[in-house]
């Protein structure tokens, strides 16, 4: 029995010694062929550093603000008894807006010019009898007085009409209106906005350092992110001779056109104002860089550096410049004709084996006018 389980034990041990040993040369397979195995290279898009002119600009965020705008409000109080516009439309100066009751004034005008046209008739008897000296030097005053007392009369009840009828300033577009009919307005009380969009104002500072390439004529590009397939030009207009003595910055103002009228006072804008002088840049595709709070780097490929002679990334840390577009200017670190890669750098890594495949690769500009989607 004793030599039964013996036999048993070392059956098991036989057995366990085998498989114990078909693993071991598994795991050395395993791991020969793991030293062995190559990576593929991943394909990337690839763009060449350029060497470019580019022209300098000063570059700020603008506020547009109308060269003339209002809100229309009564100057007398009054019940509203017509309204002659439409919210959001363009009126020209004079038009009539808003009329408000005048049926009491315009009962007094009858009564009044039979004064003005009395006073007038004695004035006019005055000033023969004068003549004849049959009445004398105050008697003549006295008329003349009392007519220019019912003309001033007169004038004042027209005045009133006249500020009853609310016209347009200027020309321009209208905003939402606030009254209603029938409301009784009262001294100030808002009517409708109107605003003069065709040019505009843009409100923008720059540095100190920056005014002595400051001068009005200078050419001004206006983009507005809300708007991307917008650029409009101007001239810079007036530039503020004080310079404000918390930020150190001083206030410029440019006047732009804006036939369309798709820019409004009060968004917010990109100014570039451009100085007539031409630096030389090294530029490549904004999207080739890699953005850390270490430091910006690019991955530029290399020929020949692997086993097989293939291409190879170096990461290299860069210092930027100026962007424009889809383009950024690099200050440091690159040398014109290099190679970088110029999409999905944040899955790559230093060292690593790449195919470069351009098909796919988007396309850069320096003013880009993407599609609306």
Known sequence: MKKRILLAVLGLLVIAGLLAGIKALQIKAMIDQGKNAVIPPETVTAAVVKSENWDEALTAIGSLTAVQGVTVAAEMPGKVVGIYFEAGKTVKKGDLLLRQDTTSEEAQLPGLLAQERLAASELDRAAKMLKGKIISQADYDKASANHEQAVSQLNVTRAVIAKKTIRAPFSGRLGIRQVNLGQMLHEGDPVVTLQSLNPIYVNFSLPQQQLKQLRTGLAVTVTCDVLPALSVEGRVTAINPLVDAETRNVQVQATVANKEEKLRPGMFVNVAVGVPVKN???????????????????????????????????????????????????????????????TGVFKLRNGQAVQVDNRLSPSFRQNPAPENN
């Open 280 to 342: 030389a840049v090294l530029t490549l595709p904004a999207t080739s860089v890699l953005y850390a709070p270490y430091g910006d780097s690019v991955f530029v490929i290399e020929e020949g550096r692997d086993k097989k002679g293939g291409k190879t990334l170096r990461q290299q840390f860069v210092r930027l410049g100026e962007k424009r577009g889809d383009f950024v200017s690099v200050v440091s670190g690159l040398k014109g004709g290099e190679t970088v890669v110029t």
